[in-house]
């Protein structure tokens, strides 16, 4: 990879989205990338412990990930913390907003964490969002 830092924005609900930071992060952190996975907006309630809620589908291709057993996207991030070292922070806005306490959001999942500090963590190296 060009750079050893990538971060990563993740503020979809949706199942596909969901996936592909998932997939960056999880490849990027076990080829010794620097990653930063920040979950904000309709993307932090899929990583409360329990939930009985499924991202939904957005087009046909996440009704196939779901049909043929893909990997969920919540073991790849899992795995990039396991096995790459990657740092998944939850929004402190976000976090506030929907009234979640740390010990409620999945293991993974490091201390909140604003956006400003985020930000300033990703100015350098490639940044992508979903």
């Known amino acids: 990879m060009s750079t050893d830092r990538i971060s990563v924005m993740v503020t979809s609900g949706n199942r596909e989205q969901l996936q592909m930071a998932a997939m960056v992060a999880s490849v990027g952190a076990v080829s010794g990338s620097d990653v930063t996975v920040f979950l904000s907006m309709n993307a932090l309630?899929?990583?409360?412990?329990?939930?009985?809620?499924?991202?939904?589908?957005?087009?046909?291709?996440?009704?196939?990930?779901?049909?043929?057993?893909?990997?969920?996207?919540?073991?790849?991030?899992?795995?990039?913390?396991?096995?790459?070292?990657?740092k998944i922070f939850p929004c402190s806005m976000a976090v506030d907003i929907l009234?979640?306490?740390?010990?409620?959001?999945?293991?993974?999942?490091?201390?909140?964490?604003?956006?400003?500090?985020?930000?300033g963590d990703a100015s350098e190296g490639q940044v992508w969002h979903f």
Do not use: R, W
Request: overall charge negative; aromatic content about 12%; hydrophobic content about 40%.
């Open 45 to 86: 309630k899929f990583f409360i412990k329990d939930s009985e809620q499924n991202a939904p589908a957005e087009g046909e291709m996440g009704k196939l990930m779901e049909e043929k057993n893909a990997p969920n996207f919540k073991e790849l991030f899992s795995q990039a913390v396991e096995y790459g070292d990657a």
């Open 99 to 119: 009234e979640v306490k740390q010990e409620e959001l999945e293991d993974f999942v490091s201390e909140p964490l604003g956006l400003t500090a985020f930000l």
